[in-house]
């Protein structure tokens, strides 16, 4: 027997973002640990990132966030039936942060959770968004990435404070014509569990730096040509690349040995966001769309990598 279900497209309709107040410079963090304004844009390619302050929280900046996009995407909180919020920094296991987040910017009761994939989880949640729209689970999800980092880096760390940092970015994926969002290609390597870690809820996080750079620029860049075959297309095709702000160095590492068109625009929201983790693939596209860099049409090429670890990458269409 076989269930007679008709498959829908889906495409995403608008993104949103929200960067926290506080600016915190390489000459702010130089007054906390040895470090200096030439270490960090040299070795990781930030010049200033945001830090939230104690009212604004994953649920706070998430809302912020979605409400963003939602204005971009022309429609309302109750057009949404499902909302994916991908965090690894949740201030507590239970409850999740996406139902809070939905039921504040008032959808009637959507399907609602959280997704850990750290780094890679804006990537993983909105294949999901796309797959439930495209088998009929959800006619109009909301992805959110969103971290508060300062509550897991222990300030006193100069591998880890000036990396890491606090915002929320969101997308509101709905029906469409023809698919806009293509296969992800995901994959994991546990047998780094070591690589970046908060070991209990007492500790703060370790991160082998060197480990995480060596793999995100061997074994996740050859994931970049699969991503393009999986959606039917080349690399020559790609018009925007944006791959997780971590360090601007592995962007250009990466790019060096990918086949891209010399006029790709590449994401380079590290430079004033810091690494975001989940939030930092979304966050980046809105600066690309805010600057006139990432147009509608355009055949955009996201990938997320980091603790697990786990990486997870698209092919989508800007709205
Ligand atoms: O998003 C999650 C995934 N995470 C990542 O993608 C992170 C990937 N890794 C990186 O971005 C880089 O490995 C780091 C930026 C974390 C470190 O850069 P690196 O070039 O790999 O430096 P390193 O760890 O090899 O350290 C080189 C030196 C060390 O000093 P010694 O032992 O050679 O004397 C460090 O103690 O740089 C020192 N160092 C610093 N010096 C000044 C480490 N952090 C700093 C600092 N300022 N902030």
Known sequence: MSLNIDRRSAAILGFG???????????????????????ITSRVGIKERRFADESET???????????ALANAGITAED?????????????????AAPQ?????????PGAYDVNAACAGFCYALSQASNAIQVGDATTALVVGVEKLTDWVDPQDRSTCIIFADGAGAAIVGRSETQQIGPAVWGSAGDRPEAIIVRDRDSLMEMDGRAVFRWATTEVRPQIEKICTAAGITMRDIDVFVPHQANLRITTNMLRALDFREDVVVAKDIEYSGNTSAASIPLAIQRLVADGLARSGDKVLTIGFGAGLTYAGQIFVMP
């Not at 926290?20 to 130089?30: F, G, Y």
């Open 58 to 68: 994953i649920v706070s900046m998430a809302v912020e966030a979605s409400r963003d």
């Open 17 to 39: 973002a929200y960067r926290p107040s506080t600016v915190v410079t390489n000459d702010d963090l130089a007054q906390r640990v040895d470090t200096d304004d030439d270490w």
């Open 101 to 109: 987040v939905a039921h504040i910017l008032g959808a009637k009761a």
């Open 80 to 96: 949404l039936d499902l909302v994916i919020l991908a965090t690894c920094t949740a201030v507590s296991q239970l409850p999740s």
